[in-house]
């Protein structure tokens, strides 16, 4: 008895804590991007230009043009002599959400959030 007086008021919670989470899946954004995009672009957090012209992920994070937006139109097309991927809206949604959790100051998909002093 005790137990289903508890039930729905820990659903609900669970429900709240549901309705919080980013509308990207990082985690899957960034496996997008390892399959995809990484045979050019750098795609970790702060590493190096892997070639000549092609900008890294934490460097489109940071440049504050790159907005959700603009990156989504961007992806509509193929680029550089990217291959057309056509990517699904989800994985185009995700690993947008996960160039932009790049920018300085944000949690990535498996860090901690950052400490503020
Ligand atoms: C075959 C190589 C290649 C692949 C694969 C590739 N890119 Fe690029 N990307 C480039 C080059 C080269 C540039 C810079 C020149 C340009 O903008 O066309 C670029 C530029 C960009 C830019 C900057 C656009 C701007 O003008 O601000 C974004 C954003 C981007 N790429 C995202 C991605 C994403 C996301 C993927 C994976 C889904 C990806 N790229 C895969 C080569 C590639």
């Known amino acids: ?9 820990l659903l609900a919670v ?11 899946d990082l985690e899957n954004g ?8 990484a ?3 750098a795609v970790e957090r702060g590493e190096s230009q892997r070639a000549d012209g092609v900008p890294t992920f934490t460097g489109l994070a940071n440049d504050p043009r790159n907005t959700s937006d ?15 991927l056509s990517l ?5 949604d995700d690993v947008i959400g996960y160039l932009l959790s790049l920018r300085d100051g ?9 400490r503020r002093p």
């Not at 008895?1 to 008021?9: K, N, W």
């Not at 960034?30 to 995009?37: I, L, N």
């Not at 944000?106 to 950052?114: H, I, L, V």
């Open 70 to 84: 603009r990156l989504r139109a961007f992806l509509t097309q193929p680029h550089g002599r990217m291959p057309d």
């Open 30 to 37: 960034r496996a997008v991007a390892r399959t995809w995009c």
């Open 14 to 24: 669970a429900g709240l804590a549901q309705a919080a989470d980013p509308p990207a």
């Open 39 to 41: 045979q050019c672009h």
């Open 88 to 92: 699904s809206r989800q994985n185009r």
């Open 1 to 9: 008895m005790r137990r289903a007086a508890l039930a729905g008021p």
């Open 106 to 114: 944000r949690a990535g998909p498996t860090e901690p959030k950052p």
